[in-house]
């Protein structure tokens, strides 16, 4: 049982936060609210929505994201930010959540481009933002998703849960979605420059210089060795005709 | 040519009894012909022509131009009178939610303010951008899944 009157005092840039047992998904919900709030000319309130099950979670281009009861967090977070600093925050709440995992429980987290979290190799969490701008003003909507518990028939061999990988630090739904609610708190209101997200992300990446990777968008596929990300947050790929900067597409390592 | 300058033509064709007459001005082309005293707007039209990218090259090579399957009668091109909507961010620009829907829009629809007209995503961020006026949309710049950077023409729209 999480007590949401006892843990909004304690929270610096979250002001609402809901618990829903199950929706179609937090996105989803968020997005509806963000464009009430556009369409009716009201400021956006920085809320967080956390369902106990999703029946229709999702990922980039509507993949599915399993979202079973109890067995992980599916979370949206809404935030307002100027236009300008938008770009970074897929990095940034990268590495809100690697953290989250490394102070919580311990967990070898390491984010693959652009915000994919991985320990051992495999995905323990992910992000999915959508936006919009209206005047300079960005409202976004942050989708989180976290394994928390393996999922009986799981056919997903590239993911991995945090009991699983957290040992004895791992305590439960409730405790984890608490430590979550207040770790992507304190990290949003941090407010992190662009030169603290950069080098935040680089030292938390899986991403070694050379590595070899490829990346596709479409029919098209630019294959080659890492080499960094620059200053926008694109992935840096040297292949033989030069470097090439990847701002979408899935990036595949070998 | 803006809707108001065009209804001022209108006026003073039927005021003067004016049997027709033909102004083309910044790509934008009218006729209007005069009979008795209702004179009617019998044509106009954009004249489209090819698109040179702004600012800084892409990092990615653009996918070549599809051939064109009309080519417009005056292929100079002309952007006044026309609201350009850019690119806010660095990123991919894609005209439909998935790849499974339906364009957003396309040339030649009505779009009135708020309405979403492409994503830009960029690192999953999947950035809707909307039309911050109500007009017809009469240019696309860039193709489906090509990079476009900060401020480069997305739209072109007539309001």
């Known amino acids: 049982m999480i007590r949401t009157r006892d843990i909004i005092p304690r929270l610096k840039a979250i002001e609402s936060l809901a618990i829903i047992p199950r929706v179609a998904s937090t996105n989803l919900v968020a997005r509806r609210i963000v464009n009430e709030c556009i369409e009716n000319e009201l400021s956006l309130p920085q809320a967080m929505i956390v369902a106990r099950e999703q029946l229709a979670g999702h990922g980039r281009n509507q993949r599915s994201w399993s979202s079973p009861p109890g067995k992980g967090i599916y979370a949206t977070t809404l935030v307002t930010r100027t236009a300008d600093e938008m770009g970074l925050m897929p990095l940034n709440m990268a590495t809100i959540i690697a953290r989250y995992l490394i102070d919580v429980f311990g967990v070898a987290a390491q984010i693959k481009w652009p915000n994919d979290i991985l320990a051992g190799g495999r995905k323990l969490a992910g992000i999915l933002i959508e936006g919009r701008v209206q005047e300079g003003r960005a409202y976004l909507a942050i989708g989180t998703g976290v394994n928390l518990e393996p999922v009986h028939d799981d056919n997903r061999p590239n993911a991995t849960t945090v009991s699983e990988v957290a040992s004895q630090r791992y305590s439960g739904v409730d405790d984890a979605i608490v430590a979550f609610i207040e770790h992507v708190d304190a990290g949003l209101a941090r407010h992190d420059s662009k030169q603290k997200v950069l080098a935040d992300w680089r030292e938390l990446t899986v991403h070694k210089p050379g590595d070899a990777i490829s990346s596709t968008i479409g029919e098209r596929t630019v294959a080659g060795a890492w080499s960094r990300i620059d200053d926008h947050g694109r992935a840096v790929i040297s292949t033989p005709g030069g470097e090439v900067a990847i701002s979408a597409g899935d990036l595949i390592t070998s | ?159």
Not at chain 2, 56 to 83: R, T
């Open chain 2, 1 to 159: 040519m803006n809707f108001k300058e065009i209804l001022e033509l209108i006026d003073k064709v039927a005021d003067r009894g004016i049997a027709s007459v033909e102004v083309e001005r910044a790509g934008t082309k009218v006729r209007i012909e005069g009979k008795q005293s209702q004179p009617q707007v019998i044509h106009s039209y954009v004249t489209e022509g090819r698109h040179e990218a702004a600012g800084a090259p892409a990092p990615m090579p653009s996918p070549a131009p599809a051939a064109a399957s009309a080519p417009a009668p005056a292929p100079e091109e002309s952007e006044a009178g026309l609201h350009i909507i850019t690119s806010p961010i660095v990123g991919t620009f894609y005209r439909a939610a998935n790849p499974e829907s339906e364009a957003f829009v396309n040339v030649g629809d009505k779009v009135s303010k708020g309405k979403v007209l492409c994503i830009i995503e960029a690192m999953k961020l999947m950035n809707e951008i909307e039309a911050d006026s109500d007009g017809t949309l009469v240019k696309i710049y860039p193709q489906n899944g090509q990079p476009v950077e900060y401020g480069e023409k997305l739209f072109a729209v007539r309001v």
